[in-house]
C-alpha cells in the first residue's frame, strides 16, 4: 500500500489547529439562535406560534400596547421580545394566547365586518349649533376654524 504524508512543520499544525478551532467554535456559538415567530393565517385570524422550549409558563409574557402586539421571554438564559405592528384588519382587542409544551401560541382575530346600512336623507333644516370662541374670538373651543 502506498500512503502519502506531508513532513512535519510545527507552524503549519498550529494554523490549521487554530482555523479548526475557530470554525467549530463558531458553529458553536450560531447554535443559541432568537426564537423564530411563524405567521400563519387561519379562518380570517392571524396565528402567530412561537417555540420556547425549557421557558416556564411564567416567564413568557403577551401584552397590546394600541396596535402594537409585544411577545416576550425572560429567563436567566435568555431574553427575548417581538413587537409587532397589527394591521387595520385585524382586531387588537380580540388577542388570544396559549402556552403549551413550550409553545407560544398567539391568536389576533379580524375587525368584525360591518353590515352595509341605508342612511335616510333629511329634508328638514338641521338645528343651529352654537360654538363658543375662543378669548380673542378668532377661532371657536375645539380647534376648527371657518376661515378658509
Same mark, same amino acid.
Given at each position: 500500500?502506498?500512503?502519502?504524508?506531508?513532513?512535519?512543520?510545527?507552524?503549519?499544525?498550529?494554523?490549521?489547529?487554530?482555523?479548526?478551532?475557530?470554525?467549530?467554535?463558531?458553529?458553536?456559538? @450560531?447554535?443559541?439562535?432568537?426564537?423564530? #415567530?411563524? +405567521? $400563519?393565517?387561519?379562518? /380570517?385570524? %392571524?396565528?402567530? =406560534? &412561537?417555540?420556547?422550549?425549557?421557558?416556564?409558563?411564567?416567564?413568557?409574557?403577551?401584552?397590546?400596547?394600541?396596535?402594537?402586539?409585544?411577545?416576550?421571554?425572560?429567563?436567566?438564559?435568555?431574553?427575548?421580545?417581538?413587537?409587532?405592528?397589527?394591521? @387595520?384588519?385585524?382586531?387588537?382587542?380580540? #388577542?388570544? +394566547? $396559549?402556552?403549551?409544551? /413550550?409553545? %407560544?401560541?398567539? =391568536? &389576533?382575530?379580524?375587525?368584525?365586518?360591518?353590515?352595509?346600512?341605508?342612511?335616510?336623507?333629511?329634508?328638514?333644516?338641521?338645528?343651529?349649533?352654537?360654538?363658543?370662541?375662543?378669548?380673542?374670538?378668532?377661532?371657536?373651543?375645539?380647534?376648527?376654524?371657518?376661515?378658509?
Amino acid at each position: 500500500m502506498l500512503v502519502r504524508t506531508r513532513p512535519f512543520n510545527p507552524a503549519l499544525d498550529r494554523r490549521f489547529d487554530r482555523a479548526f478551532d475557530h470554525l467549530t467554535s463558531s458553529l458553536l456559538a @450560531a447554535g443559541r439562535r432568537s426564537p423564530v #415567530v411563524d +405567521a $400563519t393565517w387561519h379562518e /380570517g385570524a %392571524l396565528v402567530l =406560534t &412561537v417555540d420556547l422550549p425549557g421557558t416556564p409558563s411564567d416567564a413568557v409574557d403577551v401584552s397590546v400596547a394600541g396596535r402594537t402586539l409585544t411577545l416576550s421571554a425572560e429567563t436567566e438564559g435568555i431574553a427575548w421580545e417581538r413587537s409587532i405592528r397589527v394591521g @387595520a384588519a385585524l382586531d387588537p382587542e380580540q #388577542v388570544s +394566547a $396559549t402556552y403549551l409544551d /413550550g409553545r %407560544l401560541t398567539v =391568536t &389576533v382575530g379580524a375587525v368584525a365586518a360591518t353590515e352595509p346600512r341605508r342612511v335616510e336623507i333629511s329634508t328638514t333644516p338641521a338645528p343651529a349649533i352654537e360654538v363658543a370662541a375662543d378669548e380673542s374670538g378668532d377661532q371657536p373651543a375645539n380647534g376648527t376654524s371657518d376661515r378658509a
